[in-house]
């Protein structure tokens, strides 16, 4: 869909915090600034844009925040935005406030509900994709992956000191649903024994066997990074408990990393993604472009439909698969 002329962008993020979200917030805002639109930011998501707590941004208005995890502008979700009732009242509130396009950073979830919007009551939405677990389609990075990577890889190095002191078998277990780009990652990067991810299945005998031979090689800790989708255990704790009581041999701990790994400062990486992001967004919107998610291949600011970002499937890197196989010898 190509629209009108744009004067007025609202942005606004939701579903789980990601670093690079207040940079990315700061490069809309600065972007609408460059180009002279007026630019709305939206608190609490899409509930916020149903209930109308917006706030005028300029460029001195996101000062000092490009260094900030979190978001300035809060997240929540919605239930009353998944209504065609709440989404009206949203409509009619960006009517009377005279919203002509809508910047939505976020994940699948945030571009599912802009899509919907856009297509009910032709606002035209673009998506930022904000999520530490790299799982969206169209883009090579989403904002907050690169800093959850080093997040992560730095915890494991400090758990690391505490296996070898113990000689203990660590399982260290990461965020990823449905993905194991960090895990795959985090795993190469921090020398993991072990990589257990959704998408290949080791299997609990090879992983009793693998843990075996590292154990014969003279290994006497080891770290197994696993990604939270993981289907070998029901969960990471019986994951553990199944080894320990098959390789008695091994003194076994669990560390489960949860939310440390959305917060933080994001790293340079990050924060140049997300000012590129931004302006790829309002300059997108400018040129007429809708219901399109910002993304990165090969280095280059693309454009993806949002139905296939959230449609389609990140896919895991093969090449890392076999270097994590070697590099495990």
């Known amino acids: 869909m190509k629209s009108s002329k744009i004067n007025k ?7 789980g915090d990601a670093p690079g979200m207040n940079a990315a917030i700061r490069s ?6 460059f180009h002279k639109i007026e630019c709305i930011g939206v608190y609490k998501g899409y509930q916020g844009l149903i209930e109308g707590e917006f706030k005028i941004f300029n460029a001195r208005s996101v000062n000092n925040i490009i260094n900030k995890g979190g978001t300035k502008l809060k997240s929540a979700r919605s239930k009353e935005f998944r209504t065609l009732e709440g989404r009206q009242k949203a409509f009619e509130i960006v ?9 939505v950073i976020g994940g699948d979830g945030s571009f599912t509900g802009g899509m919907i919007f856009q297509k009910e009551f032709g606002i035209p939405v673009i998506g930022i994709p904000g999520t530490i677990d790299n799982d969206i389609f169209g883009t090579s990075h989403t904002l907050g992956y690169d800093t959850a990577l080093n997040t992560v890889v730095e ?19 990461v965020m990823g649903r449905d993905a194991g780009h960090i895990a795959l990652n985090t ?41 939270e989708g993981d289907k070998i255990g029901k969960n990471v704790f019986e994951l553990a408990e199944y080894v320990e009581t098959n390789l008695p041999d091994y003194e076994v701990r669990v560390s ?4 440390m790994q959305r917060g933080g400062a994001p790293s340079c990486f990050d924060r140049v993604l997300a000012s590129r992001m ?13 219901s399109v998610m910002v993304g ?21 890197n093969t090449e890392l698969i076999r270097v994590s196989e070697i590099m495990t010898t």
Do not use: W, Y
């Open 9 to 15: 962008i609202a942005v606004l993020t939701s579903g």
């Open 28 to 33: 809309v805002v600065r972007a609408c600034a």
């Open 95 to 103: 009517k009377e406030n005279s919203i002509d396009a809508l910047v």
């Open 155 to 173: 915890v494991i190095d400090k758990i690391r000191d505490t296996a070898i002191s113990h000689s203990r078998l660590f399982f260290v277990e």
């Open 187 to 227: 795993g190469i990067g921090a020398g993991a024994e072990e990589i257990l991810i959704p998408e290949e299945d080791m299997g609990l005998d090879r992983l009793l066997e693998s843990l075996k031979k590292s154990k014969i090689s003279g290994k006497a800790s080891s770290i197994v990074v696993v990604a």
């Open 256 to 259: 489960v990393l949860g939310h």
């Open 278 to 290: 931004g302006v790829k967004a309002v300059e997108s919107l400018m040129e007429g472009e809708s």
């Open 296 to 316: 990165i291949q090969n280095g280059q600011m693309t454009l993806t439909p949002l139905s296939k970002a959230i449609k389609g499937k990140s896919k895991i």
